[in-house]
């Protein structure tokens, strides 16, 4: 019903507030900088990572600049912005899919086998891709997701946990 979609509404805009207003932050100053510091043609390429890191999609462009004739990496000022288009692409396919599948399928068994089955193929994407096609594994959702799965997983089968203290301290220690 209309709770599910608000919820789902609410999950974005945390996760937006939590996000955004650094990274325009860390955008703007280094474009400010880089109009001071950088070739014309090295401040246009910053440019185009920060408008792809601003609409979460540095991932995918630096996945297709990738090659024998790309820029160094430490030349790519927003390099690091391709784990957090990752993580946002999976922030709002996942939900959307999860709710899909709890209407077709009601319950945490399903949900979790689900993410179980999730998990294991894009694991077993990334490994097969990466002798291949490595950029690819590397920058793009489907060969990353596993990880982001993995947390997911942790969390529901910690859920049901029930430790003693003294065997949570252990668990955390490991």
């Excluded at 990274?23 to 280094?30: A, F, G, I, R």
């Excluded at 070739?39 to 246009?44: A, E, R």
């Excluded at 995918?60 to 990738?66: A, L, T, V, Y």
């Excluded at 790309?70 to 288009?85: E, G, I, N, P, R």
């Amino acid at each position: 019903g209309g709770g599910d979609w608000s919820w789902l509404l609410s999950f974005y805009l945390a996760r937006a507030r939590r996000i955004i207003p650094a990274l325009l932050v860390l955008c703007l100053v280094l474009l400010a900088i880089g109009w001071f510091t950088l070739p014309s043609v090295d401040y246009k390429q910053l440019a185009t990572h920060s408008i792809a890191a601003i609409v979460f999609l540095s991932n995918i462009k630096f996945w297709r600049e990738s090659g024998y004739f790309d820029a160094a990496s430490h030349d790519k000022w927003l390099l690091h912005t391709w784990s957090l288009s990752v993580e946002w692409q999976f922030y709002l396919l996942f939900p959307i899919g999860l709710m899909l599948l709890w209407r077709l399928f009601p319950g945490r068994r399903a949900a979790t086998i689900a993410l179980l089955v999730g998990f294991v193929l894009s694991l077993f994407l990334s490994i097969g891709l990466t002798p291949h096609q490595p950029s690819a594994a590397f920058y793009l959702l489907p060969t990353r997701a596993w990880e982001l799965f993995a947390g997911v997983l942790v969390y529901v089968m910690a859920a049901g946990l029930k430790l003693t203290p003294s065997r949570a301290r252990i668990l955390e220690a490991a």
